[in-house]
């Protein structure tokens, strides 16, 4: 029977969390096998392709226990950035669409129902969906995901109902037709910035995006600040190069948190002479985080959690985005030089 999904994911030392989105892949294969419902097109089976980038904790154990559930291969090679680890899965796949998700995400039942759907628009070349907080998630994942995807830290901005640019469809829940990844070369040889590269390119060549906002998935990112930080940091750094290669890209969204850090320094200067004025609107911008947060996540773990994450989302996205600025802008290193370090450090 025709593959019609290639599903490929890049894994760097975590075979535990990809044994998780494995086992809810096999969920729902169980479900599909015994319903029949995954197509609407007679194209009913898919291949999950597993790339381990180089990785000192090997998951080839892992894949072995769903070969009797689902069709899965694994591949390895040399650690080169998850990238090129998807390039690798892409040219072995046989499906007509390649889906990317994450190794730490996990895939509801729903997902492919939504797409399945969706999909029946010829014109849609390539699509994302949003991501969630699964319920067992810690306090912090939760406010971490509140940070990345609240409109009021412009997280909101990276897909969903309410944006304020283009919808770019993110790697770790990306689905593209094969045809339309090869004839644009595949993922570029950013270490950063390379899903929106893709999204880009793909636009620039006449192909179509659609957020599927029904084609969710529970996303765990990064699990204390400091990895945030580090995480959105580089997306800043990714958003300089990209308006390089692309430009008119950036918009004035972008600069947002860059503007925040500049009038947090403000306010610390301000200290010396007056009694902490400048912070009011701080503390007032906590408070909202806060309530927001507490409605979109029900917990008051996470509420709490919810301000120093957005401050941290904010920060670092713009402290990143300025120092790329600077790096090639002003010092006039090579576009690329931002991104020498390996990925997953």
Request: proline content about 3%.
């Amino acid at each position: 029977m025709t593959i019609r999904y290639s599903i490929i994911i890049p894994v760097y030392n975590r075979p535990d969390e990809l044994k998780e989105l494995l086992v809810s892949l096999a969920v729902i294969k169980n479900k599909v096998d015994q319903t029949d419902r995954l197509s609407t097109s007679g194209q009913a089976e898919w291949e999950v392709i597993v790339v381990e980038d180089g990785s000192e904790l090997r998951s080839e154990a892992i894949c072995s226990e769903f070969s009797d559930l689902m069709d899965v291969t694994y591949v390895y090679q040399e650690n080169a950035g998850p990238a090129a680890a998807r390039n690798t899965g892409s040219r072995s796949a046989r499906g007509e669409w390649l889906i990317f998700f994450d190794s730490d995400c996990i895939i509801p039942e729903g997902y492919f129902d939504a797409i399945n759907a969706a999909l029946k628009d010829d014109s849609i070349d390539f699509y994302g969906g949003p991501d969630r907080a699964a319920a067992e998630f810690t306090a912090i994942q939760k406010a971490i995901d509140y940070a990345m995807t609240s409109f009021l830290t412009t997280g909101g901005i990276r897909g969903g109902r309410r944006k304020l640019d283009r919808y770019y469809p993110r790697s770790f829940n990306k689905g593209v037709r094969k045809a339309a990844f090869e004839d644009v070369g595949g993922f570029s040889g950013l270490r950063f910035g390379e899903d929106l590269d893709l999204s880009m390119r793909l636009m620039e060549a006449g192909y179509h995006s659609m957020l599927i906002e029904e084609a969710w998935v529970y996303h765990k990112r990064r699990t204390d600040l400091k990895k945030f930080f580090k995480q959105v940091y580089n997306s800043g750094m990714a958003r300089v190069v990209l308006n390089r290669l692309h430009p008119g890209t950036m918009k004035l969204v972008h600069l947002l948190p860059s503007f925040f850090v500049i009038y947090l320094l403000a306010a610390l200067v301000s200290l010396f002479f007056s009694p902490g004025v400048m912070w009011y609107p701080v503390g007032i911008m906590a408070l909202i985080l806060f309530i927001d947060g507490f409605r979109s996540t029900g917990s008051s773990e996470a509420a709490l959690l919810a301000p120093p994450a957005g401050i941290v989302q904010l920060c670092g996205y713009g402290i990143g985005l300025m120092h790329a600025f600077i790096l090639i802008h002003v010092v006039g290193r090579n576009k690329a030089s931002a991104f020498e370090e390996t990925f997953y450090k």
